[in-house]
């Protein structure tokens, strides 16, 4: 089989699993408020904040009317704080309050605690080849966040 169809049915393949675990684990997370817009936007601001609303709407993708309405839940639920740019006071700066970062942390725990229940049902041998798959997941998942 040419390298180039091996390519897109391994590609195929591996969109199909990683949209399947992906769904259970956002499942895990999302309650009846708690979306998975808002889930992101909540994971944005822990890994790259304080952020600006107009920086955090193009992080996430969205508009900032949107996302302005997102973060003003999320001030709402006491998981992300809001202050004034130092730089720009007419701007502000949206950061995690402790009640988002444990709350991030309970999800964080629950999904990996999911996931090593899932991995325990591997044969060795499976573990291993998926083990020795994670650097290049990490190095396709960089890649994907810089495009």
């Given at each position: 089989m040419p390298a180039?169809?091996?390519?897109?049915?391994?590609?195929?393949?591996?969109?199909?699993?990683?949209?399947?675990?992906?769904?259970?684990?956002?499942?895990?997370?999302?309650?009846?408020?708690?979306?998975?817009?808002?889930?992101?936007?909540?994971?944005?601001?822990?890994?790259?904040?304080?952020?600006?609303?107009?920086?955090l709407?193009?992080?996430?993708?969205?508009?900032?009317?949107?996302?302005?309405r997102i973060v003003d839940w999320l001030l709402q639920q006491g998981l992300v704080d809001r202050w004034p740019d130092p730089d720009d006071q007419r701007a502000g700066l949206i950061g995690m309050a402790d009640r988002g970062t444990a709350w991030l942390d309970e999800i964080r725990t629950r999904n990996t605690g999911y996931l090593a229940e899932k991995l325990?049902?591997?044969?060795?041998?499976?573990l291993a080849a998926l083990a020795a798959a994670v650097p290049v997941l990490e190095r396709i998942a960089a890649e994907s966040e810089n495009s």
């Open positions: 180039a169809a091996v390519d897109q049915d391994v590609a195929g393949r591996l969109r199909i699993a990683i949209s399947r675990i992906s769904h259970r684990l956002r499942l895990q997370a999302q309650s009846d408020d708690m979306t998975p817009t808002r889930l992101s936007a909540l994971a944005i601001v822990a890994k790259n904040g304080p952020l600006r609303l107009g920086d709407a193009a992080r996430l993708g969205t508009s900032a009317p949107t996302m302005s325990a049902i591997l044969s060795e041998r499976e």
